[in-house]
């Protein structure tokens, strides 16, 4: 079955664990842009080879098979960002996802995808997510944009504040990975709701109630 963790009031306390300069900056009738930044302790390849291989440091929360080691990603064009959802049974059948295909990809400097993560997937609005690599002293900085636009069926301000809270864990997952530069770290203090109840059973969702949970 399918797992979703992200309710509005686990990402308003998400907030804890966000990195430097995190926003929606800019909303409409039929769209959001969200964007983030972090600085991280490597350098531009080192950044981008931890960024091509997402099932290192993507949240397993935010996964449809509740296992981030089970995503992968094509970088170069036509490429996918995908996930194998494992079957289950006596005689399994393997399923997956594709959460986004890969537009530009430029090794060191930028990465460039389209799709609808989560569940914007069930709805016909995309999104373009934009990565920038951006060699700096003493590391790198990442520069994180998703812009969000179509037809949604949610309540712009609540599915917007949802979305850059979900986004702004996978940073802060990438950033963790390869280490925090100079202060970053300290924006990250505390635990995010999947870190305190890892231990917890997981609770099972269809892709409707993973929607209405973002929606209420």
Known sequence: ?????ATLAAIGLATLAVPASAEV??????GFVTKASARVAATPREAWLALIKPSDWWNDAH??????????????AGGCFCEKIPGEGDIPLDGSA?????VQAVPD???????GLGPLQAVPATGVLTVTLSEIDGGTRIDWEYNVGGPMGFEIGQISKAVDGVMNQQLSGLRDHLGSLDGD?????GE????????QPAEEASVGDQIDALAD
Not at 192 to 199: A, L, V
């Open 63 to 76: 996964t449809w098979s509740a296992d981030a080691s089970n995503m992968t990603l094509v970088p170069s």
């Open 25 to 30: 900056v800019a909303t409409s009738d039929s």
């Open 98 to 102: 594709q959460h986004a295909i890969v």
């Open 185 to 189: 770290e300290a924006e990250a203090a």
């Open 109 to 115: 400097r930028a990465l460039r995808l389209r799709g």
């Open 1 to 5: 079955m399918l797992r979703f963790h």
């Open 192 to 199: 995010t709701p999947e870190q305190e109840d890892e231990d």
